[in-house]
């Protein structure tokens, strides 16, 4: 017959006992003659402990026979575990099988585990065999032992152990006899003639092994110790009341065990010494000498279960006391309600190595926490409720390195939190509602990592999830809503929780906070619906959210701000009363691949130095603006989508900067772009198109630079430039507007160099209103009206363009407009002239070639008085080069006319130009002058021209000198 002894977390009763054996046996080396003693020593401390209080030695009796069962063995132990450093043993009896297999540990040794199977008839004497491992770990003979120690020279190479041999076993243990489990009952109107109980704790000291103990119906005033491997079952749920008013009401230090059917209460002030003063004899009980891990009230030293950071003085004054404290073994908790009143413990205490499963049980009403487990515990918790008690629902603390299960339990109404998770640990949750706690829903801090599967974390008066201080955790499937404060708050480096398939909505401070270099993944998340921003990220804090939809905000979306970071990637961001996002206060996020849409304000917002990169996003659908950059803001925004929105697709204001690179911007139903306020954003290789107003507003000193973009198909204009904006445009193509291609006015400025204008309604360039643009190298083309349009005092410097093609005119000036056009090539209008000065307009042509437009050359009228000098006018094939009429004016200086059939310069109704230093050759007359026309015709040379020099008409008197005709046909 084979019998396994636990002994679990007593090693400090054993030290009590054995105190002296380990001392004794190195200076005797005689392990018989100690042993001896420590019997006796043994037997005369539980006589006494039998005479001084007899219930404690009825409860203590058990441990006694184990002892005396064990003792040599324990002995052995003490001496072969400092001997084996760590190393394996293995011990043969010549007739009694005992085999033991100890691990060295550099501290204390909480338990042991020791398997005794012997022969209980036999009583032969007891001879052991111990024998050693060799340097390589084999295990070597008796014979091969005996040479190793004689041999010098491999004496060193073994862990040499001295043979033992000779124990009677008569001489120190009875053998037991076997039994059958049997049910004990306890009553409050025992029958002791029928062997009934009136106590709980004096059925437990009269059961064995397996037994069973039924409690009548009835309200029992007892503390107990369940010290053995028995079932303790209620005659009915909420039928058995078992109330302790000092020590822990049900302390469980057994392997094993059932309790069931139960309602347990302590209703104790926390402070054993009251009752010690009522009860002398416990007193001097052995076991309340210490309160180390080895004492079975050890759990009395626990008092950091509560959440708040806070201190507790860990003395006399405050002692922790339990409904029921499981300090080992894997025991069954069942139909059990569990209350604390007047004492700062918890409804269930968890420790040491237990590992029980707990169902269906209610932990109400405590005092403090609900259930707490720590130090190597673990266990299974399934259809139970934690509520209403006075600190936290649900504490894990335990270092254990197997999970602790919990599932479909209802943690709710406590005053701290549902849920605190610390310390290096992964207990997992699946199908738990965690609602309606007074602070956070469930804390996880100092590497914590626990899984939470389908749960639901609503309605606490603070935060749904708090997590920190390098906590993780995995969150899958979870609803979190209705939030006082953030549904989830994150913070700290190191803290990298996992949220997948999450619903995080109606918070009412905000969905999630993220801050302090906290991290974390969102993944396939849903967040909606949250008062204030969906997503909060701060300081340095870093998460990532992917393939998360984020909506209907009562307020804003996502809001980055004092240098916050995150990255979203594939995310949808709609219907928020605010931005869907915003980035502020040199935040500097990452957006890639998102759609962003449906806002009630705008698509994106960044201002006050706020960065950030947007990647390949949609933008569009918002009711005002796309993107909205002010205040020192710099984004990047990159081959992003930017369309439909109800105002203007990009709007960069008050000092805004960024840059905007390869990015589709268009239909979008006022702006496309706008940019005002001293603004500085640079636009580059971008598509800026279908506008249902004019593509790009610039204006109040803004400063932007459009490098390479298409801009067309606008409803109106391509660009707009006012109020003393300065842009910069180079290289872009600007096409098929129905207004303009740019506009600049109201003394709108700029450098415009290297662009293609064509094909636009109206002008290719307009400017009026004291503008004064710069405009090099541009081909100005096809457009329907004018190529460029300089009117009501606009000015401007016109250098090196191309202006070709254009219906009306390449050039057209007037009211008081007055351009400095230099080295521009103007030619080829398809049905008008080169160059259109009316209406009082002015201007400077210097170096200029004007040559095969479809009319003149240069017409002037109305009053206009242009300058044109060091210019060639050629090549006009049905009319003349100059048409000046209407009261034209104008100087015409040291410009070569030439190769028309028709008269190069005609100067009629009442016009008045002065022409010098011209040279006019091969055309049907130099000068023209008919039906009123006047001027000053100077210094000019006329040469191979067919009617000559001058013709005068219709009794006009131009003013005329020093000209030189010659004839060279």
Known sequence: MSKDIYLKGTISILEDILQ??????????????????????MKNKFTKLRKRNRENFLLLRPLFETLVLILYDVQLALNLIDQSKGKHIKIHGKKYAIRSVFTYLQQRVDYYYLEFPFDHQSEDDFDVEILAEDHTGNIVSKEELERLQKDKVQKERVEAVPVIRNWNMKDFYETPKPKEPKTLTVSKGANLSKGEFKSISEAISYAGEGDTIEISAGRYEEEIILDRPVSIVGCGQGK???????????????YSGTIKNLTIIQQGTGNINNRNMQNPNLANNSLNKKNTTGNLRSMQSFSNNSTTNKTSNNNSQDIRNHALDLAQGEIIIENVTLKVSGSKGAGLSVRGSANPIIRNVKVMGCSSNGIIFYESATGKIDNSKITRCKGSGLIVSSNSKKAILISKTEISFNELNGVTVRGINNPKFNNCQIVENTNVGIAIKDKANPTLKKCSISRTKAGGIWIYAEGCGKFLNCEVCENKLSGIEIKDEGTEPIFKNCKISNGQSGGIYIHTKGSATFDSCKIYENTLAAISIKTNADPLFKNCKIYQGKAGGIWCYDKGFGRFEDCEISAHKYAGIEVKSGANPVFRSNKIHSGLLSGIYVNSQGKGIFERNEIFGNMQIGVVVKTGGKP??????????????????????????????????????????????????????????????????????FDNNKVYNAKTNGFEIIEAAAPTLRKNEISKCAGYGIVITKRGSGLIEANDIHNNGKSGIEISGMANPTLIGNKIRNNTVFGVHVHSRGVGQLTGNDIYENKIAGIAIKSQGDPLIKNTRIHNQTEGVGIYVYQRGLGTFNNCTIFENKGVGVEIKSGSNPTIKNCILRDQKTTGLIFIHSNGKGWIDSNTLKNTPFPAVEITSGSEPTLVKNTIQDCKCAIWVHKNGRGIINNNIFKNNLQGGIIVQDNCQPMTGDNQEINEN
């Open 636 to 705: 990047l925004f990159k081959a992003n989508k930017i369309y439909a929105n109800k105002i203007s697709g990009v709007f960069v204001l008050v000092d805004g900067s960024g840059l905007f690179e390869g990015n589709s911007i268009y239909q979008n139903e006022g702006y496309e772009v706008q940019i005002n306020q001293g603004s500085t954003p640079t636009f580059k290789k971008n598509n800026i198109y279908d506008s249902q107003a004019s593509s790009v507003y610039i204006g109040t000193r803004s400063k932007p630079v």
């Open 20 to 41: 002296f054996e380990k001392k004794e046996y190195v200076k005797t080396g005689d392990s018989s003659q100690v042993l001896m003693q420590t019997i006796k020593k």
């Open 240 to 254: 058995v009341q078992i109330v302790g008013k000092f020590e822990t009401t049900l302390l469980v230090a057994t």
